[in-house]
């Protein structure tokens, strides 16, 4: 009988090793992949900063140029505020109603910026003005990083949500408590070719 029960106990300890080593395996490999996750959001974060961080140089540039053109310079300067004002914590991609309102507030500030452009080519001098062509310059890099970047985060939230769903992680994604990450979407207007009038 001790025999019995001491195979039994043994057996019993052999399979709660094992699932704690398989437990333990797919929690580490969801942390990880979460982690990716953070750091290209955390990344999105830094080129929308530098975003904002260049816009109030454009827009004394411009104004100096383009006084009379003070809506579009203040409608700058309001989607600036409203991106910026945003509190954004790395718990905004685990909650997908927040981490709209952020791309949205993004997409307004991107919309104005595309018009402010559009005013900027009435101006042949403040285009060749060289103040405003490094501000351009740097205005369309950060651009093209802000794309890069919410690529990079989309395709570690795909590894991550991935990941989370694959049987049999999904159970231990649920008991630890992993979200599904959120993705960011084209903007509404994308869908829309712009008008190009001469």
């Known amino acids: 009988m001790k025999k019995g029960l001491l195979t039994g106990l043994v057996i019993f300890a052999g399979i709660v090793v094992l699932w704690m080593v398989f437990f333990g395996g797919v929690y580490n490999r969801l942390v990880g992949s979460e982690e990716a996750v953070r750091s ?54 685990n909650n997908p109603d927040r981490f709209a309102q952020f791309q949205q507030a993004q997409g307004g500030l991107s919309s104005v910026l595309s018009r402010l452009l559009v005013v900027i080519e009435k101006y042949p001098d403040l285009k060749a003005n060289e103040n405003f062509l490094a501000l351009q310059t740097q205005l369309e890099g950060t651009e093209n990083r802000i794309s890069v970047e919410r690529m990079r985060y989309n395709q570690a939230a795909q590894e991550f949500n991935t990941l989370r769903r694959t049987f049999p992680n999904v159970f231990v994604a649920n008991v630890a408590g992993f979200k599904e990450k959120a993705y960011f979407q084209a903007e509404e207007t994308a869908a829309k070719a712009p008008q190009v009038k001469f």
């Not at 003070?70 to 700058?76: D, G, H, I, P």
């Not at 505020?81 to 509190?87: D, R």
């Open 40 to 93: 290209a959001w955390a990344q999105v974060q830094n080129v929308y900063q530098r975003r904002l961080d260049l816009i109030p140089n454009l827009v004394e540039t411009v104004k100096g140029y383009a006084a009379h053109e003070k809506e579009t310079l203040q409608k700058v300067i309001e989607a600036r505020a409203k991106a910026s004002q945003m509190m954004i914590s790395p718990d905004v991609i």
